[in-house]
């Protein structure tokens, strides 16, 4: 007796194809357009923060975008949502790292010692 596992659960994936009659070259879920159209903005914003201008184009910014939706769902599985990734990304990113240089600790050196005799 064979068992079924539960794979096709996790090989459905909500795919947007393209319009109707149009399918487009590029097969991405849905979280990976909402994904990119919130970065887009982002780093606009970002742009405008360094040069007070905004482009008519904004070619960086969307390259700049492709390139991190792609990294970030790279990590993405069913077990692991995209969220959880961003999530831990940031964590990692301002937690504190260990010294590049070796602190020792403090040696605790006993200069006066007196040994007596006897115990009063």
């Not at 794979?7 to 590029?26: H, K, Q």
């Not at 969220?83 to 240089?101: C, G, N, S």
């Amino acid at each position: 007796m064979r068992l079924r596992t539960d794979d096709d659960i996790y090989r459905a994936r909500l795919v947007y194809l393209g319009p109707p009659g149009y399918t487009l070259p590029v097969h991405l879920p849905y979280a990976q357009y909402g994904l990119f159209m919130l970065l887009v903005p982002l780093y606009m914003f970002i742009h405008w923060l360094f040069t007070f201008q905004v482009e008519l184009f904004p070619a960086w910014e969307i390259s700049l975008a492709i390139v991190t939706t792609s990294f970030i769902f790279r990590y993405v599985d069913p077990d692991r949502p995209a969220r959880m990734v961003i999530r831990t990304a940031l964590t990692d990113w301002r937690r504190t790292r260990e010294p590049a240089a070796e602190l020792r600790d403090p040696r605790l050196v006993a200069s006066r010692i007196r040994i007596r005799e006897e115990l009063a």
